[in-house]
Structures are given as structure tokens and as C-alpha cells.
Nanobody
Framework: QVQLVESGGGLVQPGGSLRLSCAAS????????IAWFRRVPGEGRVFLTY????????TYADSVRGRFTISRNNVENVAYLQMSNLKPEDTAVYYC????????????????WGQGTQVTVSS
């Protein structure tokens, strides 16, 4: 089992950058695929990216490919989401999630979730 806590959210201007962190506690962080999702009020969680525990393969949603980068440090048990060229439509609560699957294809495949961190992109 693993517990996840996000941090790093805040207010940023359009075109700016922000790095979110996902600190993990518990056992065997290295055995979990870590993903980032986001949600806006009234809508469901939207997949952004994951990094597979098995081979480090990264997958991105079209909406963030080329602007967002996921990384992880299995020694320090932390994952990151580096966000650049932020747009107002990136405003949302951002969540990290953990899955025991190497290629989780749906949010239902994730057993562990953080509490979320708010990102607001506005001038």
C-alpha cells in the first residue's frame, strides 16, 4: 500500500511554469505506475500522463503532450509533473495516482490517490 500527497500548486500567469510534487509513503513505491490526473468542477477526472514502473515508459494525453513532463525518483519516493506554457484551461485540481499495472488504461486501474492540489492559471 502507498499513500500519496501532492504539493506545488498555486496561481501562475498564462505562459508560466509550475512543478507539482507527489510524495509517496508506504512500501514499494518503485512497483507502482504513477500518473497525474486533473479535474475541474462539475467534471470527471481527466488523465494527463503516466510513467510505468516496469520500463519507465511515459504516456501523455494530447492536451498536454509537449508541455507537461512526468518524472519520478524511486530513491526519494517522489514523482513530479513539470508543467510549462500553462494556459487558463489548465486550471484544475491536480491529482497523482498509483497503480500496480504496468499499462493502466483507465482511472479505475488506480488504487491510490492523493488529495489533490489546486492549479490556477490566470493573469
Amino acid at each position: 500500500q502507498v499513500q500519496l500527497v501532492e504539493s506545488g500548486g498555486g496561481l501562475v500567469q498564462p505562459g508560466g511554469s509550475l512543478r507539482l510534487s507527489c510524495a509517496a509513503s508506504g512500501r514499494d513505491f518503485r512497483l507502482y505506475t504513477i500518473a497525474w490526473f486533473r479535474r475541474v468542477p462539475g467534471e470527471g477526472r481527466v488523465f494527463l500522463t503516466y510513467k510505468s514502473y516496469r520500463d519507465g515508459r511515459e504516456t501523455y494525453a494530447d492536451s498536454v503532450r509537449g508541455r507537461f513532463t512526468i518524472s519520478r525518483n524511486n530513491v526519494e519516493n517522489v514523482a513530479y509533473l513539470q508543467m510549462s506554457n500553462l494556459k487558463p484551461e489548465d486550471t484544475a485540481v491536480y491529482y497523482c495516482a498509483g497503480s500496480g499495472r504496468a499499462r493502466p488504461s483507465d482511472s479505475s486501474h488506480y488504487s491510490y490517490w492523493g488529495q489533490g492540489t489546486q492549479v490556477t492559471v490566470s493573469s
